[in-house]
């Protein structure tokens, strides 16, 4: 089926730790996300990228860094995981002013 | 200006009752408005949207309902049904523009 794929699914990371977050999208879709799910804080965009080539930053982008590869793929980085990182991290495709299609997310937690 | 607020944060409704959760924005450049549906463990997924030429829009047993002057729009679970039992995210965006603002979500329970 058609959609958004994200790895890993799960992942425990020590504090320091640096790990990449994998989204493809088959849909041929110019636009990806990423964004972080916390209880009580609903969905918050860390960075997007509009179009292959481009990438920008969205509400919470420290500590991130992301990489649009080809127009499939938008990779998310934690150079140096901390606690607060903890928390489940959706990535999203889109055509502008088009429904998002979310991925089933990976769920992080750093001890 | 950027926020959407999203209310109730929970719900919990009887089998066959109507569900309400209500959104407020202050951006009046804000003109497209969906609604997400999130199960356990999946991402969420489009269940409907409004563009504010029209005050309300009905999808099965599903409504918006859109107040331009006062900012707000609500969804309306029509029936609700133990299945409907989810976390829904309002949103908004520019046209053209290719971010939403989410709102926080509520979780909501439908028993049986």
């Known amino acids: 089926n058609a959609g958004v794929t994200q790895t890993p699914k799960f992942q425990v990371l020590k504090t320091g730790q640096s790990m990449t977050l994998q989204c493809a999208q088959d849909m041929n879709h110019n636009s990806m996300y990423w964004y972080r799910q916390d209880p009580g804080m609903g969905l918050r965009l860390i960075y997007y990228?509009?179009?292959?080539?481009?990438?920008d930053k969205g509400e919470v982008p420290n500590g991130y860094n992301v990489s649009r590869l080809n127009k499939r793929e938008f990779s998310l980085r934690l150079e140096s995981a901390a606690p607060s990182q903890t928390s489940v991290y959706f990535c999203?495709?889109?055509?502008?002013?088009?429904?998002?299609?979310f991925g089933s997310g990976t769920r992080l937690t750093v001890v | 200006q950027q926020q959407v607020k999203q209310s109730p944060q929970s719900l919990i409704v009887q089998k066959g009752g109507i569900s309400i959760i209500n959104c407020a924005y202050e951006?009046?450049?804000?003109?497209?408005f969906p609604w997400y549906q999130q199960f356990p463990g999946k991402g969420p997924a489009l269940l409907i949207a409004?563009?504010?030429?029209?005050s309300e829009k009905k999808e099965g047993r599903f409504t918006i309902s859109f107040n331009k002057s006062a900012k707000q729009f609500s969804l309306h679970i029509m029936d609700s049904q133990p299945g409907d039992s989810a976390t829904y995210f309002c949103?908004?965006?520019?046209?053209?523009?290719?971010?939403?603002?989410f709102g926080t979500g509520t979780r909501l329970k439908v028993l049986a």
């Open positions: 951006n009046t450049a804000f003109d497209y």
């Open positions: 999203a495709s889109s055509e502008p002013d088009s429904r998002y299609t």
């Open positions: 990228s509009a179009s292959e080539g481009t990438t």
């Open positions: 949103a908004a965006s520019m046209l053209g523009t290719y971010k939403y603002i």
């Open positions: 409004i563009r504010p030429d029209v």
